[in-house]
């Protein structure tokens, strides 16, 4: 299975990965947490990224598309969510042309809404293990001990663009940029809709419900 999550920053698309990691069995791949690592090891990449990441701005198409294209290449399996990719109309077309190239075309794009209240709730209380990327909330998934990883002890930080400034550009170019791509893998016939306000384990039923569904509807009747 390949499918996208689609949804404004704070809609819940990690911790719904993770869990989704879980119960279907296949890979995480988020470009957010590429750009970081390029950071973190102070590649050219990471140069290139930095100052933008920060000020909550898109790095390039061409840049972004080269590094996914990399990472979906050395994958041990075709099994995988995108998350934070695609980011913008050129993005999307760009992914859609490279698996149909290699005739593994997604599967399907969840999107998850959620509202301006919501999300600036989970954003300015997000804290994030800098070592195993683990997410945790403040108020609604604090980790056991104060700003210690519950998994692996790693150090908990607040990411430099969660905060009211930088969110409020990153949601500017969420509406302008990335909101589009909602129209765009519905008029394919590939969007499925959740309700990012629930919690994540609602989110993960509702998710896997429609799964479940969709599969049941593609089967041949004689087989049900
Ligand atoms: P995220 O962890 O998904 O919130 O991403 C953090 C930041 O990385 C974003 O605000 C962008 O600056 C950058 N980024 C991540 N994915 C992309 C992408 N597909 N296109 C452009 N920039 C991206």
Same mark, same amino acid.
């Given at each position: 299975?390949?499918?996208?999550?689609?949804?404004?920053?704070?809609?819940?698309?990690?911790?719904?990965?993770?869990? !989704?990691?879980?119960?279907?069995?296949?890979?995480?791949?988020?470009?957010?947490?590429?750009?970081?690592? #390029? @950071?973190?090891?102070?590649?050219? *990449?990471?140069?290139?990224?930095?100052?933008?990441?920060?000020?909550?701005?898109?790095?390039?198409?061409? !840049?972004? +598309?080269?590094? @996914?294209?990399?990472?979906?290449? =050395?994958?041990?399996?075709?099994?995988?969510?995108?998350?934070?990719?695609?980011?913008?109309?050129?993005?999307?077309?760009?992914?859609? =042309?490279?698996?149909?190239?290699?005739?593994?075309?997604?599967?399907?794009? *969840?999107?998850?809404?959620?509202?301006?209240?919501? @999300?600036?709730?989970?954003?300015?209380?997000?804290?994030?293990?800098?070592?195993?990327?683990?997410?945790?909330?403040?108020? +609604?998934?604090?980790?056991?001990?104060?700003? *210690?990883?519950?998994?692996?002890?790693? #150090?908990?930080?607040?990411?430099?663009?969660?905060? =009211?400034?930088?969110?409020?550009?990153?949601?500017?170019?969420?509406?302008?940029? +990335?909101?589009?791509? *909602?129209?765009?893998?519905?008029?394919?016939?590939? !969007?499925?809709? @959740?309700?990012?306000?629930?919690?994540?384990?609602?989110? #993960?039923?509702? !998710?896997?419900?429609?799964?479940?569904?969709?599969?049941?509807?593609?089967?041949?009747?004689?087989?049900?």
């Amino acid at each position: 299975m390949r499918l996208v999550l689609l949804g404004p920053p704070g809609a819940g698309k990690g911790t719904l990965a993770a869990l !989704l990691k879980k119960s279907l069995g296949i890979l995480h791949i988020s470009t957010g947490d590429m750009l970081r690592d #390029e @950071i973190k090891h102070n590649t050219p *990449v990471g140069h290139e990224a930095k100052k933008l990441i920060d000020n909550g701005n898109l790095v390039s198409d061409e !840049l972004i +598309t080269t590094l @996914i294209k990399a990472r979906l290449k =050395e994958l041990p399996s075709n099994n995988y969510m995108l998350d934070g990719y695609p980011r913008t109309l050129v993005q999307a077309e760009q992914l859609d =042309e490279y698996l149909n190239d290699i005739h593994k075309p997604l599967d399907c794009a *969840v999107y998850m809404e959620a509202s301006l209240k919501k @999300i600036i709730f989970r954003l300015s209380g997000r804290m994030v293990c800098r070592n195993c990327g683990m997410l945790y909330h403040r108020s +609604t998934r604090p980790p056991l001990k104060t700003g *210690v990883c519950n998994k692996c002890s790693g #150090e908990l930080y607040q990411r430099e663009d969660d905060n =009211e400034e930088t969110i409020k550009t990153r949601m500017h170019i969420y509406q302008e940029s +990335t909101k589009p791509i *909602v129209h765009y893998y519905e008029s394919k016939g590939k !969007l499925i809709r @959740i309700d990012g306000d629930a919690e994540s384990e609602d989110l #993960e039923a509702q !998710l896997l419900k429609k799964f479940n569904e969709s599969k049941a509807s593609n089967q041949p009747k004689d087989s049900r």
